[in-house]
Nanobody, 122 residues
Framework: QVQLAESGGGLVPAGGSLRLSCVAS????????MAWFRQAPGKQREFVAA????????WYAASTKGRFTISRDNAKNTVYLQMNSLKPEDTALYYC???????????????WGQGTQVTVSS
């Protein structure tokens, strides 16, 4: 059974940093894309960043490029999202997701975590 478990969310002032973690279990993810999405209250879930587990290729949303960094630790089966220079508009529930395809389309992702809340105060 595939499980994705996010952690690392919290309350941080504008300009601060957080690192989110996603521990993946239940199968081998070497041929998978691991991604982060977020959903703010009253808004649709949106793509944040993705990484191809084996090759390490990355993909970022325009709103996060240059501030956020996605990475993975193969030994720990963990994907990270380092978030710097946080803004109040980054406030959202952040989800980890996994899929075989190299995609940023929400509907393509087969596996999802429960989410971790990030709140950025102004």
């Amino acid at each position: 059974q595939v499980q994705l478990a996010e952690s690392g969310g919290g309350l941080v002032p504008a300009g601060g940093s957080l690192r989110l973690s996603c521990v993946a279990s239940g199968r081998t993810f070497s041929n998978y894309t691991m991604a982060w999405f977020r959903q703010a209250p009253g808004k649709q879930r949106e793509f944040v960043a993705a990484i191809r587990w084996s090759a390490g290729s990355t993909w970022y949303a325009a709103s996060t490029k240059g501030r956020f960094t996605i990475s993975r630790d193969n030994a720990k089966n963990t994907v990270y999202l380092q978030m710097n220079s946080l803004k109040p508009e980054d406030t959202a529930l952040y989800y980890c997701a996994a899929d075989r395809q190299w995609t940023r389309q929400i509907e393509e992702y087969d596996y999802w975590g429960q989410g971790t809340q990030v709140t950025v105060s102004s």
